[in-house]
Protein backbone atom coordinates (compact mmCIF):
# COMPACT_ATOMS: atom_id res chain seq x y z
CA UNK A 1 0.00 0.00 0.00
CA UNK A 2 1.51 3.17 -1.05
CA UNK A 3 0.59 6.62 0.82
CA UNK A 4 0.65 10.33 -1.24
CA UNK A 5 3.06 12.33 0.68
CA UNK A 6 1.80 15.42 2.32
CA UNK A 7 2.35 19.01 0.10
CA UNK A 8 5.49 21.41 0.51
CA UNK A 9 5.09 23.21 3.85
CA UNK A 10 4.83 26.69 3.35
CA UNK A 11 5.88 29.00 6.22
CA UNK A 12 3.59 31.94 6.99
CA UNK A 13 5.22 35.68 8.16
CA UNK A 14 7.67 34.82 11.17
CA UNK A 15 5.51 35.67 14.83
CA UNK A 16 6.12 35.98 18.30
CA UNK A 17 7.08 32.72 19.65
CA UNK A 18 4.62 32.25 22.55
CA UNK A 19 -15.01 1.74 30.43
CA UNK A 20 -14.58 1.57 29.81
CA UNK A 21 -15.24 -1.13 32.76
CA UNK A 22 -16.39 -4.62 31.33
CA UNK A 23 -20.65 -4.47 30.25
CA UNK A 24 -20.58 -7.11 33.06
CA UNK A 25 -22.62 -9.37 31.30
CA UNK A 26 -20.52 -9.22 28.47
CA UNK A 27 -17.30 -11.55 27.86
CA UNK A 28 -13.88 -9.82 27.36
CA UNK A 29 -12.89 -12.36 25.04
CA UNK A 30 -15.70 -10.92 22.48
CA UNK A 31 -14.95 -7.70 23.03
CA UNK A 32 -11.30 -7.76 22.50
CA UNK A 33 -11.59 -9.99 19.40
CA UNK A 34 -14.19 -7.87 17.48
CA UNK A 35 -13.67 -4.01 18.49
CA UNK A 36 -10.89 -2.72 17.32
CA UNK A 37 -11.79 0.95 17.77
CA UNK A 38 -12.95 0.76 21.11
CA UNK A 39 -9.84 1.55 23.41
CA UNK A 40 -11.15 -0.09 26.54
CA UNK A 41 -13.47 -2.60 27.65
CA UNK A 42 -17.19 -1.72 26.97
CA UNK A 43 -18.51 0.35 29.75
CA UNK A 44 -15.43 1.33 31.44
CA UNK A 45 -14.22 4.54 30.99
CA UNK A 46 -9.95 4.53 30.22
CA UNK A 47 -8.38 7.29 29.93
CA UNK A 48 -7.00 8.43 26.59
CA UNK A 49 -9.89 6.19 24.64
CA UNK A 50 -12.47 7.39 22.47
CA UNK A 51 -15.72 7.72 24.12
CA UNK A 52 -16.12 8.79 27.20
CA UNK A 53 -12.65 8.83 28.93
CA UNK A 54 -10.84 9.52 32.13
CA UNK A 55 -8.00 11.55 31.40
CA UNK A 56 -3.90 12.83 32.12
CA UNK A 57 -3.62 12.13 36.21
CA UNK A 58 -7.68 11.68 36.90
CA UNK A 59 -8.35 14.64 34.92
CA UNK A 60 -10.98 12.75 32.81
CA UNK A 61 -9.35 13.47 29.52
CA UNK A 62 -7.36 13.65 26.33
CA UNK A 63 -3.48 12.42 25.41
CA UNK A 64 -1.49 10.74 28.31
CA UNK A 65 1.39 12.27 30.24
CA UNK A 66 3.65 9.95 31.11
CA UNK A 67 6.17 8.49 28.38
CA UNK A 68 6.82 4.98 27.67
CA UNK A 69 10.27 5.32 25.39
CA UNK A 70 11.38 2.01 25.95
CA UNK A 71 9.70 -1.95 26.08
CA UNK A 72 7.30 -1.21 29.12
CA UNK A 73 8.14 -3.73 32.51
CA UNK A 74 5.54 -5.40 34.47
CA UNK A 75 5.00 -3.92 37.91
CA UNK A 76 2.88 -6.16 39.37
CA UNK A 77 -0.38 -8.36 38.79
CA UNK A 78 -3.26 -8.28 41.19
CA UNK A 79 -6.01 -10.95 40.99
CA UNK A 80 -9.47 -10.56 41.30
CA UNK A 81 -10.40 -12.43 43.93
CA UNK A 82 -7.95 -10.67 45.91
CA UNK A 83 -9.51 -7.49 45.31
CA UNK A 84 -12.49 -7.86 45.23
CA UNK A 85 -13.19 -12.09 46.80
CA UNK A 86 -13.58 -15.31 45.69
CA UNK A 87 -16.64 -14.91 43.68
CA UNK A 88 -15.12 -11.72 41.28
CA UNK A 89 -15.25 -12.40 37.73
CA UNK A 90 -15.27 -9.98 34.52
CA UNK A 91 -12.45 -7.80 35.81
CA UNK A 92 -11.86 -4.10 34.36
CA UNK A 93 -9.65 -0.92 34.86
CA UNK A 94 -11.74 2.37 35.14
CA UNK A 95 -9.21 5.04 35.52
CA UNK A 96 -6.07 6.45 38.52
CA UNK A 97 -5.51 9.78 40.10
CA UNK A 98 -4.46 10.78 43.20
CA UNK A 99 -2.43 7.68 43.75
CA UNK A 100 -5.62 5.12 43.29
CA UNK A 101 -6.58 3.15 40.76
CA UNK A 102 -10.41 2.27 40.56
CA UNK A 103 -11.20 -1.13 39.48
CA UNK A 104 -14.99 -2.85 38.80
CA UNK A 105 -16.04 -6.70 38.93
CA UNK A 106 -19.19 -8.69 38.65
CA UNK A 107 -19.50 -10.17 42.18
CA UNK A 108 -22.51 -12.47 43.14
CA UNK A 109 -24.70 -10.97 40.74
CA UNK A 110 -23.26 -7.15 41.45
CA UNK A 111 -21.41 -4.56 40.06
CA UNK A 112 -19.04 -3.43 42.60
CA UNK A 113 -15.93 -1.30 42.37
CA UNK A 114 -12.73 -1.06 44.54
CA UNK A 115 -9.72 1.00 44.42
CA UNK A 116 -5.97 -0.25 44.54
CA UNK A 117 -2.39 1.87 45.01
CA UNK A 118 -1.37 2.11 41.86
CA UNK A 119 1.97 1.67 43.28
CA UNK A 120 1.60 -2.05 44.41
CA UNK A 121 -1.84 -3.22 43.74
CA UNK A 122 -2.81 -3.39 46.95
CA UNK A 123 -6.22 -2.72 48.20
CA UNK A 124 -6.60 1.20 49.32
CA UNK A 125 -10.43 0.59 50.60
CA UNK A 126 -11.48 -1.57 53.77
CA UNK A 127 -13.63 -3.36 51.21
CA UNK A 128 -15.34 -2.98 47.52
CA UNK A 129 -18.65 0.03 47.74
CA UNK A 130 -21.63 -2.01 45.57
CA UNK A 131 -22.86 0.51 42.68
CA UNK A 132 -25.92 -1.76 41.06
CA UNK A 133 -25.80 -1.22 37.29
CA UNK A 134 -22.64 0.39 37.46
CA UNK A 135 -21.33 1.50 33.70
CA UNK A 136 -18.03 3.85 34.53
CA UNK A 137 -16.00 5.04 36.81
CA UNK A 138 -13.75 8.00 36.96
CA UNK A 139 -10.66 9.31 39.06
CA UNK A 140 -9.63 12.98 40.02
CA UNK A 141 -6.06 14.06 40.78
CA UNK A 142 -7.29 14.33 44.20
CA UNK A 143 -8.04 10.53 44.27
CA UNK A 144 -12.18 11.49 44.35
CA UNK A 145 -14.11 9.28 42.21
CA UNK A 146 -17.49 9.15 40.33
CA UNK A 147 -19.52 6.38 38.94
CA UNK A 148 -22.46 6.17 36.81
CA UNK A 149 -25.35 3.39 37.20
CA UNK A 150 -28.13 2.80 34.57
CA UNK A 151 -29.74 -0.03 32.77
CA UNK A 152 -31.06 -0.31 29.19
CA UNK A 153 -34.65 1.47 28.61
CA UNK A 154 -34.16 3.24 31.67
CA UNK A 155 -35.45 7.02 31.88
CA UNK A 156 -33.24 7.75 34.57
CA UNK A 157 -29.35 6.83 35.70
CA UNK A 158 -27.57 7.48 38.68
CA UNK A 159 -24.36 9.12 39.70
CA UNK A 160 -22.56 8.07 42.59
CA UNK A 161 -19.60 10.63 44.62
CA UNK A 162 -17.49 8.20 45.87
CA UNK A 163 -14.76 9.11 48.46
CA UNK A 164 -11.33 8.27 47.30
CA UNK A 165 -10.03 7.61 50.93
CA UNK A 166 -12.41 4.94 51.81
CA UNK A 167 -14.99 3.80 49.62
CA UNK A 168 -18.04 5.76 51.20
CA UNK A 169 -21.10 6.94 49.13
CA UNK A 170 -20.59 10.72 50.13
CA UNK A 171 -24.23 11.49 47.30
CA UNK A 172 -26.36 9.51 45.05
CA UNK A 173 -28.14 11.93 42.32
CA UNK A 174 -30.74 10.90 39.45
CA UNK A 175 -30.30 12.54 36.19
CA UNK A 176 -31.69 11.54 32.68
CA UNK A 177 -30.70 9.10 31.09
CA UNK A 178 -29.04 9.11 27.74
CA UNK A 179 -25.73 10.64 26.68
CA UNK A 180 -23.78 11.02 29.83
CA UNK A 181 -19.84 11.94 29.74
CA UNK A 182 -17.87 12.71 32.47
CA UNK A 183 -14.82 15.34 33.03
CA UNK A 184 -12.61 16.68 35.86
CA UNK A 185 -11.79 20.75 36.33
CA UNK A 186 -9.41 20.39 39.70
CA UNK A 187 -12.11 19.12 42.25
CA UNK A 188 -15.24 20.27 39.81
CA UNK A 189 -16.77 17.28 37.94
CA UNK A 190 -18.33 18.57 35.01
CA UNK A 191 -21.14 16.44 34.32
CA UNK A 192 -23.24 16.25 30.46
CA UNK A 193 -26.50 15.17 30.21
CA UNK A 194 -28.70 14.56 26.90
CA UNK A 195 -31.35 12.84 27.09
CA UNK A 196 -32.76 9.88 24.80
CA UNK A 197 -34.70 11.51 22.36
CA UNK A 198 -34.28 15.08 22.95
CA UNK A 199 -31.81 17.82 21.67
CA UNK A 200 -32.24 19.15 25.14
CA UNK A 201 -28.86 19.33 27.14
CA UNK A 202 -27.49 20.12 30.22
CA UNK A 203 -23.90 20.50 31.81
CA UNK A 204 -23.20 20.71 35.59
CA UNK A 205 -20.39 21.34 37.63
CA UNK A 206 -20.32 19.52 40.99
CA UNK A 207 -18.20 19.14 44.13
CA UNK A 208 -16.65 16.40 45.22
CA UNK A 209 -19.21 15.68 47.88
CA UNK A 210 -22.08 15.73 45.24
CA UNK A 211 -22.96 20.10 45.74
CA UNK A 212 -24.29 21.18 42.29
CA UNK A 213 -21.88 24.39 41.73
CA UNK A 214 -23.12 25.30 38.59
CA UNK A 215 -25.58 24.46 35.27
CA UNK A 216 -25.99 25.56 31.80
CA UNK A 217 -28.93 24.12 30.06
CA UNK A 218 -30.26 24.23 26.69
CA UNK A 219 -30.14 22.61 23.58
CA UNK A 220 -26.20 23.13 22.77
CA UNK A 221 -26.05 19.47 21.96
CA UNK A 222 -22.52 19.29 21.10
CA UNK A 223 -20.81 17.59 23.73
CA UNK A 224 -18.36 20.00 25.51
CA UNK A 225 -14.47 20.54 25.02
CA UNK A 226 -13.15 20.44 28.32
CA UNK A 227 -9.54 21.73 28.24
CA UNK A 228 -6.97 20.29 30.91
CA UNK A 229 -4.62 23.56 30.58
CA UNK A 230 -6.63 25.97 31.03
CA UNK A 231 -9.64 24.45 33.42
CA UNK A 232 -12.16 26.10 30.38
CA UNK A 233 -15.14 24.13 29.06
CA UNK A 234 -16.62 25.36 25.41
CA UNK A 235 -20.12 24.60 25.65
CA UNK A 236 -21.65 24.81 22.33
CA UNK A 237 -23.82 23.73 18.88
CA UNK A 238 -23.70 25.17 15.33
CA UNK A 239 -24.83 28.32 15.75
CA UNK A 240 -24.31 29.62 19.40
CA UNK A 241 -21.80 28.81 21.93
CA UNK A 242 -20.23 29.96 25.47
CA UNK A 243 -16.63 29.15 27.05
CA UNK A 244 -16.92 28.94 31.36
CA UNK A 245 -14.71 28.46 33.84
CA UNK A 246 -15.34 24.96 34.90
CA UNK A 247 -14.43 25.33 38.89
CA UNK A 248 -17.41 28.06 39.01
CA UNK A 249 -19.07 28.00 36.00
CA UNK A 250 -18.29 31.60 35.15
CA UNK A 251 -18.95 32.77 31.58
CA UNK A 252 -15.66 34.13 29.68
CA UNK A 253 -16.80 33.90 26.50
CA UNK A 254 -20.18 34.43 25.11
CA UNK A 255 -21.92 34.61 21.18
CA UNK A 256 -24.82 36.09 22.73
CA UNK A 257 -27.31 34.19 20.41
CA UNK A 258 -26.31 36.95 17.64
CA UNK A 259 -24.08 34.52 15.68
CA UNK A 260 -25.48 33.99 12.42
CA UNK A 261 -21.87 33.36 11.28
CA UNK A 262 -20.72 31.38 14.08
CA UNK A 263 -18.41 28.03 13.26
CA UNK A 264 -17.11 26.38 16.63
CA UNK A 265 -15.14 26.78 19.62
CA UNK A 266 -11.44 25.38 19.67
CA UNK A 267 -9.04 24.97 22.53
CA UNK A 268 -5.09 25.09 22.64
CA UNK A 269 -2.74 25.29 25.53
CA UNK A 270 -3.36 29.14 27.46
CA UNK A 271 -6.91 29.72 25.54
CA UNK A 272 -9.20 29.15 22.92
CA UNK A 273 -10.19 29.71 19.66
CA UNK A 274 -13.75 31.16 17.84
CA UNK A 275 -14.17 30.28 14.32
CA UNK A 276 -16.67 32.10 12.44
CA UNK A 277 -18.00 34.16 9.01
CA UNK A 278 -18.71 38.38 9.81
CA UNK A 279 -21.78 39.27 10.14
CA UNK A 280 -21.40 41.30 7.55
CA UNK A 281 -20.18 38.37 5.40
CA UNK A 282 -16.37 37.71 4.15
CA UNK A 283 -13.92 34.86 4.56
CA UNK A 284 -13.93 32.94 7.70
CA UNK A 285 -11.86 34.43 10.34
CA UNK A 286 -10.88 32.61 13.87
CA UNK A 287 -10.69 34.95 16.97
CA UNK A 288 -7.89 34.10 19.39
CA UNK A 289 -8.92 34.84 23.27
CA UNK A 290 -6.83 33.95 26.48
CA UNK A 291 -8.13 31.82 29.30
CA UNK A 292 -9.95 35.16 30.74
CA UNK A 293 -11.70 35.96 27.73
CA UNK A 294 -9.64 38.80 26.38
CA UNK A 295 -9.51 38.54 22.90
CA UNK A 296 -5.93 38.36 21.69
CA UNK A 297 -6.32 38.49 18.06
CA UNK A 298 -8.25 37.91 15.24
CA UNK A 299 -6.87 36.28 11.55
CA UNK A 300 -8.80 37.02 8.97
CA UNK A 301 -6.98 34.76 5.89
CA UNK A 302 -10.03 32.72 5.69
CA UNK A 303 -8.96 29.76 7.94
CA UNK A 304 -11.59 27.80 9.88
CA UNK A 305 -10.14 25.95 13.36
CA UNK A 306 -10.40 22.58 13.30
CA UNK A 307 -13.18 20.21 14.99
CA UNK A 308 -10.99 18.40 17.43
CA UNK A 309 -12.18 15.53 17.61
CA UNK A 310 -9.05 14.09 18.58
CA UNK A 311 -9.30 11.33 21.42
CA UNK A 312 -12.73 12.16 22.84
CA UNK A 313 -13.44 16.00 22.68
CA UNK A 314 -15.35 16.06 26.18
CA UNK A 315 -12.29 15.08 27.63
CA UNK A 316 -9.61 15.94 25.63
CA UNK A 317 -6.49 17.65 26.54
CA UNK A 318 -6.17 20.34 24.15
CA UNK A 319 -2.44 21.51 25.43
CA UNK A 320 -1.20 21.97 21.57
CA UNK A 321 1.20 24.76 21.35
CA UNK A 322 -0.73 26.55 18.35
CA UNK A 323 -4.26 26.70 16.90
CA UNK A 324 -4.47 23.97 14.23
CA UNK A 325 -6.41 25.55 11.07
CA UNK A 326 -7.77 24.24 7.90
CA UNK A 327 -8.90 25.27 4.22
CA UNK A 328 -10.80 23.35 1.91
CA UNK A 329 -8.37 23.56 -1.73
CA UNK A 330 -9.95 25.36 -4.37
CA UNK A 331 -10.04 22.59 -6.48
CA UNK A 332 -12.23 21.00 -3.80
CA UNK A 333 -10.17 17.82 -4.22
CA UNK A 334 -7.72 18.18 -0.60
CA UNK A 335 -7.85 20.57 2.23
CA UNK A 336 -4.98 22.64 3.34
CA UNK A 337 -3.49 22.32 7.49
CA UNK A 338 -2.10 24.98 8.66
CA UNK A 339 -1.16 26.37 12.38
CA UNK A 340 -1.72 29.62 14.10
CA UNK A 341 0.65 31.26 16.27
CA UNK A 342 -1.63 31.94 19.55
CA UNK A 343 -0.22 35.18 20.30
CA UNK A 344 0.04 36.82 17.38
CA UNK A 345 -2.98 34.98 15.42
CA UNK A 346 -0.22 34.70 11.78
CA UNK A 347 0.14 31.65 9.65
CA UNK A 348 3.06 29.72 11.31
CA UNK A 349 3.02 27.52 8.48
CA UNK A 350 0.81 25.07 5.97
CA UNK A 351 0.58 22.14 3.95
CA UNK A 352 -1.74 20.70 1.65
CA UNK A 353 -3.08 17.34 2.15
CA UNK A 354 -4.14 15.26 -0.88
CA UNK A 355 -7.03 13.63 0.73
CA UNK A 356 -9.47 15.84 3.10
CA UNK A 357 -8.58 16.18 6.82
CA UNK A 358 -10.52 13.55 8.50
CA UNK A 359 -9.20 13.71 11.78
CA UNK A 360 -6.50 15.63 13.78
CA UNK A 361 -5.03 15.43 17.24
CA UNK A 362 -2.65 17.39 18.60
CA UNK A 363 -0.69 17.09 21.77
CA UNK A 364 2.44 19.90 22.75
CA UNK A 365 4.24 20.46 19.53
CA UNK A 366 3.24 17.47 17.15
CA UNK A 367 -0.09 17.08 15.43
CA UNK A 368 -0.98 14.30 13.85
CA UNK A 369 -3.32 13.90 10.58
CA UNK A 370 -4.85 11.55 8.87
CA UNK A 371 -5.88 12.91 4.86
CA UNK A 372 -9.26 10.58 3.76
CA UNK A 373 -7.62 10.28 0.53
CA UNK A 374 -3.97 8.73 2.54
CA UNK A 375 -4.99 5.35 3.50
CA UNK A 376 -4.59 3.83 7.01
CA UNK A 377 -1.68 5.52 8.39
CA UNK A 378 -0.67 9.34 10.24
CA UNK A 379 1.33 11.62 9.31
CA UNK A 380 3.07 13.64 12.01
CA UNK A 381 4.03 17.72 12.01
CA UNK A 382 6.23 19.54 13.90
CA UNK A 383 3.33 22.12 15.28
CA UNK A 384 5.85 25.32 15.27
CA UNK A 385 7.82 24.41 12.64
CA UNK A 386 5.68 22.63 9.75
CA UNK A 387 8.31 19.85 9.75
CA UNK A 388 6.92 16.77 8.20
CA UNK A 389 8.52 13.68 10.12
CA UNK A 390 7.04 11.06 7.94
CA UNK A 391 4.03 8.88 8.19
CA UNK A 392 3.29 6.29 10.41
CA UNK A 393 1.57 3.50 8.49
CA UNK A 394 -1.01 1.92 10.50
CA UNK A 395 -3.70 -0.91 9.78
CA UNK A 396 -6.57 0.76 11.24
CA UNK A 397 -6.98 4.76 11.19
CA UNK A 398 -8.57 4.56 14.15
CA UNK A 399 -5.98 2.73 16.26
CA UNK A 400 -4.45 5.50 18.19
CA UNK A 401 -4.73 4.91 21.91
CA UNK A 402 -2.52 8.01 22.94
CA UNK A 403 0.84 10.07 23.02
CA UNK A 404 2.70 12.24 25.11
CA UNK A 405 4.43 14.41 22.42
CA UNK A 406 7.42 12.34 21.73
CA UNK A 407 6.09 8.74 21.45
CA UNK A 408 2.66 7.34 20.46
CA UNK A 409 1.20 4.18 21.10
CA UNK A 410 -0.85 2.00 18.58
CA UNK A 411 -3.72 -0.88 18.37
CA UNK A 412 -2.60 -3.16 15.57
CA UNK A 413 -5.08 -4.85 13.61
CA UNK A 414 -4.50 -7.87 11.82
CA UNK A 415 -5.86 -6.50 8.06
CA UNK A 416 -6.50 -3.36 6.50
CA UNK A 417 -10.28 -3.13 7.63
CA UNK A 418 -10.30 -5.55 10.15
CA UNK A 419 -11.59 -5.79 13.54
CA UNK A 420 -9.09 -7.85 14.79
CA UNK A 421 -6.90 -6.18 17.01
CA UNK A 422 -3.49 -8.31 17.41
CA UNK A 423 -0.98 -6.04 19.21
CA UNK A 424 0.01 -2.43 20.47
CA UNK A 425 2.79 -0.71 19.61
CA UNK A 426 4.74 2.76 20.30
CA UNK A 427 6.28 4.06 17.93
CA UNK A 428 9.14 7.54 18.32
CA UNK A 429 7.22 10.11 16.62
CA UNK A 430 10.69 11.94 15.74
CA UNK A 431 12.67 8.50 13.81
CA UNK A 432 8.65 6.97 13.13
CA UNK A 433 10.79 3.54 14.15
CA UNK A 434 8.37 1.48 16.09
CA UNK A 435 10.32 0.60 19.42
CA UNK A 436 8.33 -2.19 21.39
CA UNK A 437 5.45 -4.54 20.85
CA UNK A 438 3.22 -6.50 22.53
CA UNK A 439 1.53 -8.79 21.36
CA UNK A 440 -2.96 -8.91 22.42
CA UNK A 441 -3.75 -12.81 23.41
CA UNK A 442 -7.02 -13.99 22.95
CA UNK A 443 -9.43 -12.58 26.54
CA UNK A 444 -6.77 -9.53 27.09
CA UNK A 445 -6.84 -6.33 26.53
CA UNK A 446 -4.92 -3.36 27.24
CA UNK A 447 -5.41 0.33 28.49
CA UNK A 448 -2.57 3.25 29.06
CA UNK A 449 -3.16 6.68 30.51
CA UNK A 450 -0.61 8.50 32.61
CA UNK A 451 0.00 5.83 35.43
CA UNK A 452 1.33 3.42 32.90
CA UNK A 453 0.07 0.38 30.50
CA UNK A 454 -2.43 -1.51 31.93
CA UNK A 455 -3.04 -5.21 31.13
CA UNK A 456 -6.72 -6.78 32.13
CA UNK A 457 -8.28 -10.16 31.68
CA UNK A 458 -11.38 -11.77 33.41
CA UNK A 459 -9.59 -12.48 36.59
CA UNK A 460 -6.67 -10.58 36.83
CA UNK A 461 -4.90 -7.03 36.40
CA UNK A 462 -1.30 -5.87 35.79
CA UNK A 463 0.66 -2.17 35.57
CA UNK A 464 3.47 -2.12 33.76
CA UNK A 465 6.16 1.37 33.01
CA UNK A 466 8.73 1.91 30.98
CA UNK A 467 11.69 0.13 32.46
Known sequence: MTHPAPGPVTRGPSAQSAYRW??????????????????????????????VSAGPAGTAGGPFTASLPTQPVQRWTAAGSDVFGSSAHDIGYTSSGGGIAVLGAHTDGDNQVMAVNVADGRPHWP??????????????????????????????????????????????????????????????????????????????????????????????????????????????????????????GHVVYSTGGRSSGFNRITMFYNGFAVSSIPSGGGPNEVALYDAGGRQVTVNRDDWQATSQTNYDPFSASFDCSGVVVYQSTASGKGETLGVLDPVSGKLLWRTTLDGGLRNDRCNGDRVFSIPIDNGYSDTVFDLRSGHAYGTIDLVSSDALMGSDGKSAVYRISSAPGSHTVVAIAAFDLT?????????????????LDDAGLWKINTTTISRYTSG
Open 431 to 447: TLQKVWTYPLDSGTDWN
Open 127 to 248: RPTPVPNANGCWVTDFGDVLCKSSSLGDDQASVYFISGTDGSIRKQIRVPAGLIDIAAVDSTWIVYVSAYGSDATDVYGYGPDGTQRWHVGGDLYQTPLVSRSTGLVAIQNSSQGQVVRGTD
Open 22 to 51: LGIAIAVAVVVAVVATVLALVGIPVKGSAG
